[in-house]
């Protein structure tokens, strides 16, 4: 199906230099952007009639704390009208804020409380960053690495 | 958590009502956090998580196989569908598809379970608005739908019917016409929950024009399965991005035009008589066959070679102890399960564990949308629109 594959081809000619990186599995394709081009590259994403992505399925991030940019961002778009799928990343340090994309997609809002829950990401200009599914008085961040499993 | 009952002394006529967790009509352990004005709802803020059991977490920390259990205990109502949802995800992670046979069973499973899962929001629905009669028809032939699923999974709840490569055993002709006879009697029945409420007034006046879902709204926040289709966008994963052989079969996706509860209660009574179309033509034609894959590094040997040869019993041993290698690599996997779009986000460095397991789960993302359809309604209402997002706690929580 080659979900997303020509797409980051236009990303790459309407962004350039937005493109850090791009991968592929399975035939399901991703781009890796800068983190302050993502809001204007998604809602151009969104916006554009030929890529139409109008759903964002799922944002949600990853923890790699070997890496020098530990924290990985991660994005699932769906376009409706032409059946297409597109994963977008972003990386960036432990402990930057990272801009919000509840302002394109709402489905972004709770997602990112959820992100902001169990990894301790800030997104700038959320309307209500408050932890969704932990306690509100929980001080940890359950999904990061160093957060043990067993309590020994 | 603040007092269930609150007057504030800028709004005197503005109260604060606390609803939930243990409401019998939130359908779980949800909390909603009223303003109201009157009878009229100003502000409704859901709070979730009473059912978070960290399964995101767990993932990192079980093999494959020793994850499969824990989806039956997201979407408890449909258990079949989430394992299937699982199973599908990590063999894309594999490359591998399993044979033709065990394709239609799972497509017998999911549509099962869609039903069994249709069947209980039917008549908790109808039992939150006051039509108690409703309930108990659902919940006879629901009771029919669990000793299938008993027969064919030696359980009623928890299912873990499936296997990465295959499922957990073969079903036999015994149980394949006992689903004939349900299905060939469920269109009556469902004919008959139809009498009860299609043309019933006061069902009319509760659901028509009553939490309106915009398309756009419904596209922006992300929802999905029946409450997104109702408001008249044909998004459904079986036809949009096949699995499972489900391009085989000859079926509709019921759209609504309103995106109001009623429209929202057509779609999903529709859906179960596409459903048991599904099973209808699955059932004529169950291929012979193998239902796993033969690969001893994935799936389980059969059991009388690993009672005999060495070999066998080696490759049992090293996947129920250690489970399976996955290659490094990333997938995301989405299921039609009957709240929506399942979604595993699988992301493996190689290895017998994932590194990260995302659960895309429908009934979390169809829940945001309740605000905004119960802001500016009445109080009453909150417990229909409720009814007619058919959240399952269990699964919006992980």
């Known amino acids: 199906m080659a979900d997303g594959k020509k797409a980051i081809e236009a990303l790459r000619g309407r962004f350039p230099g937005a493109v850090v990186s791009e991968g592929s599995f399975r035939d399901q394709h991703w781009a890796v952007l800068r983190l302050e081009t993502l809001v204007e590259a998604c809602r151009w994403l969104r916006d554009d009639p030929a890529w139409a992505f109008d759903v964002l399925l799922d944002a949600t991030a990853a923890h790699w704390p070997d890496d020098p940019e530990p924290i990985e961002l991660i994005y699932h778009l769906h376009s409706t009208a032409r059946n297409d799928r597109l994963r977008i990343k972003v990386r960036t340090a432990d402990g930057a804020e990272v801009p919000t994309l509840s302002g394109v997609w709402r489905s972004a809002e709770w997602a990112e409380r959820e992100t902001y829950d169990m990894f301790g990401i800030v997104f700038r200009g959320h309307p209500d960053l408050r932890r969704i599914l932990m306690p509100e008085d929980y001080t940890d961040f359950p999904l990061r690495k160093e957060f043990p499993l067993y309590r020994g | 958590m603040p007092p269930t009952y609150e007057r504030s002394e800028e709004h005197p006529d503005v109260i604060t009502l606390n609803m939930g967790p243990s409401h019998p009509a939130t359908h779980g352990v949800l909390r909603i956090v009223l303003r109201l004005d009157g009878e009229t709802v100003v502000k409704a803020t859901p709070h979730i998580g009473y059912l978070h059991r960290g399964m995101e977490k767990i993932a990192e920390n079980r093999s494959y196989l020793q994850f499969l259990p824990y989806t039956d205990r997201m979407d408890y109502l449909s258990p079949l569908a989430a394992n299937v949802g699982f199973a599908l995800a990590v063999e894309a992670l594999l490359g591998i598809r399993v044979p033709p046979r065990c394709e239609v069973i799972r497509v017998l499973c999911c549509e099962l379970a869609r039903i069994g899962s249709h069947l209980v929001w039917l008549g908790t629905h109808a039992l939150d608005m006051g039509a108690g009669t409703v309930f108990f028809h659902t919940f006879r032939d629901r009771e029919w739908h669990y000793d299938l699923i008993e027969h064919l999974t030696g359980a009623r709840l928890t ?14 002709a015994a149980w394949l016409r006992k689903l004939r006879d349900f299905v060939d009697a469920m269109p009556r029945r469902i004919r008959e929950y139809e009498a009860l409420l299609t043309k019933n007034t ?106 005999t040869s060495m070999e066998e019993l080696i490759h049992q041993f090293m996947i129920v102890t250690e489970g399976f290698e996955c290659p490094a690599g990333e997938v995301f996997h989405s299921t039609e399960v009957p709240k929506g779009e399942l979604g595993f986000y699988v992301v493996s460095t190689g290895g017998k564990a994932p590194y990260r397991l995302r659960i895309r789960s429908p009934s979390f993302h169809n829940l945001a949308a309740l605000p905004l359809l119960c802001e500016g309604g009445l109080v009453a209402d909150v417990i229909a629109v409720i009814g007619s997002l058919d959240p399952v706690l269990g699964e919006v929580d992980r």
């Open chain 2, 159 to 172: 299912t873990s019917f499936t296997r990465v490569g295959g499922i957990a055993r073969d079903v036999d």
């Open chain 2, 202 to 307: 006061i069902w009319l006046k509760r659901t028509r024009g009553v939490g309106v879902l915009r398309a756009a709204d419904a596209l922006s926040l992300g929802v999905t399965g029946p409450s997104l289709r109702a408001s008249g966008v044909e998004h459904d994963v079986r036809k949009l991005r096949p699995y499972s052989g489900y391009e085989r079969y000859d079926f509709e996706i019921p759209t609504g035009s309103e995106g109001d509860i009623y429209d929202r209660y057509l779609v999903r009574l529709e859906e179960m008589r596409q459903s048991l179309r599904i099973l209808d033509q699955a059932l004529r034609d169950v291929p012979d066959g193998p239902v796993s894959v033969e690969d001893p590094k994935v799936f389980l040997p059969p059991k009388r070679k690993v009672l």
